[in-house]
């Protein structure tokens, strides 16, 4: 069992910058990859960014050269490093953990982009 709690959420203007965090209660080494998922009001939730337990990031086409995903391994965190932020960016982001065949999901973290 993985617990997975996202932080760092919040309230931003546009054009400013969030950094999120996925703290894992296992060592990030141990979960083959961990993925960044987001779910503006009333639409489905949509992969954002993933980085596997090699360090090998991916990005959606709509966050790319703005969102910077990364792992601090020592502290078991992945971090989110969201730049250029606009409004069609406010949505829940939530850390999903993938072993095998086991899914685990973060609670969420809000993300409101004023114009």
């Known amino acids: 069992q993985v617990q997975l709690v996202e932080s760092g959420g919040g309230l931003v203007q546009a054009g400013e910058s969030l950094r999120l965090s996925c703290a894992a209660s296992s060592s990030i080494l141990s979960i083959p990859d961990i993925e960044w998922y987001r779910q503006a009001p009333g639409q489905q939730r949509e992969w954002v960014a993933s980085?596997?337990?090699?360090?090998?990031?991916a990005y959606t086409d709509f966050v790319k050269g703005r969102f910077i995903i990364s792992r601090d391994i020592a502290k078991n965190t992945v971090h989110l490093q969201m730049n250029r932020l606009n409004p069609e960016d406010t949505a829940d982001y939530y850390c999903?953990?993938?072993?095998?065949?086991?899914?685990?999901w973060g609670q969420g973290t809000q993300v409101t982009v004023s114009s």
């Open positions: 999903k953990g993938l072993i095998g065949e086991s899914i685990y």
């Open positions: 980085i596997t337990s090699g360090g090998i990031p």
